[in-house]
């Protein structure tokens, strides 16, 4: 009973008390009738229990009210409000989550707050209009890092989009170790080495389904570390210096971007232009990433790239030239 009564006790002040609101020794009393059905505890053994609790290493403090009576509260429950909120507004914003999702793990932060905190946990923050999708993402994530940790192989089901947006799952004997979840443009991400020929695999977690481990390896393989920035997920066929002629109004995209492999300075020659210089991860989607800037960004070398990326243009300029109700619906 002495047990049950402090675990009682300490889930009171746990959601009931803050900083600014504390309670009495008669308030837990009261709590202890009502909510425990434990009758008749002294003050005088609520005092014990909450010595008790300190000295077990629970962080209590007290501020002095009315008539010199002494309110007890838990400043600290192991993250700040702050960070709570700053959880669950990461939860709310989660593309692959189901609002069933959401509120079970929302409802979970909600016992580390005090009744008055767990009001302001309502998010503000708002997502787009995009279906929720019917895989449980939580799910697979937890069976990916099971097979990781157990280092095994991994089989599953992959799917791709048909021409109704439908995801068909097909299955291949893959030779797949699986070795690090990445997190990269608001999705999840398996990065996997082919024992067969050592080449670096990625696969979205969102579409796996029917996860397995495989056959035991003897140890994960080392995955090669970025020598410069990237902007797909994709293992670039090169990394090179890239010097780029931007506007000036891209300049904080760019560099955030980029991040510790580049550096900006002025364009003499174009006062409305910086010049990035970068070390990039060069793919084909390093080019279409590119493209989105139009005429407001410009490779300026090395020579072979900026000449790639002006075949690039030119093959999207010639899709646009000549009869273009060629191939139109009826």
């Not at 009682?8 to 009261?30: A, N, P, S, W």
């Not at 009738?33 to 007290?62: A, C, F, K, W, Y």
């Not at 443009?185 to 398996?190: C, I, S």
Request: aromatic content about 10%.
């Amino acid at each position: 009973m002495e047990h049950e009564r402090i675990i009682h006790i300490l889930d009171f002040l746990t959601r009931c008390t803050d900083k600014q609101h504390g309670v009495t020794i008669q308030d837990i009393k009261r709590h202890l009738e009502s909510q425990t059905n434990m009758q008749d505890v002294s003050p005088v053994t609520i005092r014990r229990d909450l010595e008790r609790l300190e000295r077990s290493g629970t962080q209590l403090e007290t501020y002095t009210g009315a008539h010199n009576t002494r309110y007890y509260y838990m400043p600290q429950k192991g993250f700040t409000f702050n960070e709570i909120r700053f959880l669950t507004d990461s939860v709310s914003i989660n593309k692959y989550l189901s609002p069933q999702q959401k509120h079970r793990l929302i409802k979970k932060f909600e016992v580390l707050c005090s009744q008055s905190e767990v009001r302001q946990l309502i998010s503000r923050v708002s997502l787009d209009g995009r279906e929720t999708p019917s895989y449980d993402l939580l799910e697979n994530l937890e069976k990916v890092h099971a097979v990781i940790s157990e280092k095994r192989k991994i089989l599953f089901d992959y799917g791709k989009s048909d021409i109704n947006g439908k995801l068909v799952y097909y299955h291949k004997q893959r030779e797949m170790i699986p070795c690090r979840v990445t997190y990269f443009n608001d999705r999840f991400y398996l990065k996997c080495v082919d024992e067969t020929t050592g080449n670096v695999r990625t696969y979205r977690i969102d579409r796996m389904k029917t996860i397995e481990s495989g056959a035991r390896v003897k140890r994960i393989p080392e995955l090669p570390k970025p020598e410069g920035a990237v902007v797909d997920i994709f293992e670039p066929e090169r990394f090179a210096v890239v010097r780029l002629r931007v506007k000036r109004f891209l300049l904080d995209e760019m560099l955030d971007q980029f991040g510790k492999f580049a550096s900006a300075q002025d364009d003499e020659t174009h006062a409305d232009c910086v010049i990035i210089r970068a070390n990039i991860g060069i793919s084909k989607t390093f080019y279409q990433w590119l493209m989105q800037y139009g005429e407001n960004a410009e490779i300026l070398s090395p020579p072979d790239i900026r000449e790639t990326m002006a075949q690039q243009l030119c093959a999207v300029l010639a899709q646009y030239q000549g009869d273009h109700t060629t191939g139109s619906a009826t």
